[in-house]
Nanobody, 116 residues
Framework: VQLQAYGGGSVQAGDSLRLSCAAS????????MGWFRQAPGKEREFVAR????????YYADSVKGRFTISRDTAKKMVYLQMNSLQPEDTAVYYC??????????WGKGTQVTVSS
């Protein structure tokens, strides 16, 4: 599975951004896609995940109510709508494909910078 992420940028606190991720290669309905992020000097952390089939979603507590993950199965695309961005959301965001057998695939990161 190959992943290509789009949509990072620099915004002001309170603004919105939408990240997109395109998956190519074999995908299965039991798998999931999502987003992780890594801020300078910190470990990579989970942000959000959506199951390919059925669309169940999961969020980190820090983004609940502000971020929304969605998918377009026909296009093999996943989106992360980020609203009310805060400086602490500044990080490199990575698209992730998670197979039900535990294998993970990663895209190149996209930078999100939020200034106060």
């Amino acid at each position: 599975v190959q992943l290509q992420a789009y949509g990072g940028g620099s915004v002001q606190a309170g603004d919105s951004l939408r990240l997109s991720c395109a998956a190519s290669g074999r995908t299965f309905s039991s798998d999931a896609m999502g987003w992780f992020r890594q801020a300078p000097g910190k470990e990579r952390e989970f942000v959000a995940r959506i199951v390919w089939s059925g669309g169940s979603t999961y969020y980190a507590d820090s983004v609940k109510g502000r971020f929304t993950i969605s998918r377009d199965t026909a296009k093999k695309m996943v989106y992360l709508q980020m609203n009310s961005l805060q400086p602490e959301d500044t990080a490199v965001y990575y698209c992730n494909y998670h197979e039900v057998n535990g294998m993970d695939y990663w895209g190149k990161g996209t930078q999100v910078t939020v200034s106060s």
